[in-house]
T-cell receptor, first 108, second 116 residues
Framework: GQSLEQPSEVTAVEGAIVQINCTYQ??????LSWYQQHDGGAPTFLSY????GLEETGRFSSFLSRSDSYGYLLLQELQMKDSASYFC?????????FGKGTRLSVIA | EAGVTQFPSHSVIEKGQTVTLRCDPI?????LYWYRRVMGKEIKFLLH????????ESGMPNNRFLAERTGGTYSTLKVQPAELEDSGVYFC??????????????FGEGSWLTVV
């Protein structure tokens, strides 16, 4: 299988740190990507992990553990504009397969 | 450089009618993908074109959906006749590589379809 599991909703306070987890099935897995989608907008690329470990891009970091079939997206210093849906997606020998998305609400 | 563009951005049609969605990929991208997101669910793969050929259409839900990419440039996705469950956002994406991940695939802003 190629499905991914991520929480449906997360709420966090402005300025805080939030972690969005994603587990995936390993068949044909190459790497894990993260996308952000604001309502009415296009999914936009945030981060990608092909190897185990942490990738850092500004306030966003992504982690992958291939042995655990698990990854997460870490958002630091949360801002109101970070309220959006976040999708993990697996790349492989087939087109991108997405999770159901995590709706992040940042509150004051 | 223009990104992936889609038209229309929003469409409301009655059950049984026909709708045609259009996608213009980034110039030079041979690979074009259609995805759909139904409210609260995953962004689900529908179909993959390489130039004008259908590389993978395993995600097309049924024969009411017809995708074309004549000439290997823009693509259309026709839904005929539309049903209520077809409502959702239809995303188009393009890439230069066949199995993209990370930042090698670019999405349009989607065509929001509401069937009433």
């Amino acid at each position: 299988g190629q499905s991914l599991e991520q929480p449906s909703e997360v709420t966090a306070v402005e300025g805080a740190i939030v972690q969005i987890n994603c587990t995936y099935q390993t068949s044909g897995f190459y790497g894990l990507s993260w996308y952000q989608q604001h309502d009415g907008g296009a999914p936009t690329f945030l981060s990608y992990n092909a190897l185990d470990g942490l990738e850092e891009t500004g306030r966003f970091s992504s982690f992958l553990s291939r042995s655990d079939s698990y990854g997460y997206l870490l958002l630091q210093e949360l801002q109101m504009k970070d309220s959006a849906s976040y999708f993990c997606a697996r790349g492989g020998n087939t087109p991108l397969v997405f999770g159901k998305g995590t709706r992040l609400s940042v509150i004051a | 450089e223009a990104g992936v563009t889609q038209f229309p951005s929003h469409s409301v049609i009655e059950k049984g009618q026909t709708v045609t969605l259009r996608c213009d990929p980034i110039s030079g991208h041979d690979n074009l993908y259609w995805y759909r997101r139904v409210m609260g669910k995953e962004i689900k793969f529908l179909l993959h074109f390489v130039k004008e050929s259908k590389q993978d259409e395993s995600g097309m839900p049924n024969n009411r959906f017809l995708a074309e990419r004549t000439g290997g440039t823009y693509s259309t996705l026709k839904v005929q006749p539309a049903e209520l469950e077809d409502s959702g956002v239809y995303f188009c994406a393009s890439s230069q590589v066949a199995s993209p991940s990370g930042n090698t695939i670019y999405f349009g802003e989607g065509s929001w379809l509401t069937v009433v």
